[in-house]
């Protein structure tokens, strides 16, 4: 798994289409990955209980949008920096993270 490189990576416009060096290929939801961003912020949302969300409360404008990558900037040759369009920018995937997550929602991707 260590020495696992990405042979391509593209953006079919809804999804990350990774392209592994052990032949797998993935497709993860661009909206997957925002929910899985690995950043501290993100780490403690996580955290919060459900029950804290008010129903009731606007939803801001941004997130009835689809979320959409505004930048992917490669890290080192381990990571992958992505910018969010709902202004998020600081999460860093790993290769691992990245091959982790494809492997979560593969099971329910539509295909
Ligand atoms: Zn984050």
Redesign the pocket.
Known sequence: MDTLTLVKLADDGTSLVLNWSDGVSQQIPWATLRKE?P?A??NVEREQPPAKVNPLAVIDVVQTRPIRPTALRPVGNYAYAISFSDG?S??IFSLATLRRIGEASAGTAPR
């Open positions: 961003c950043c912020v993100c998020h600081s999460g």
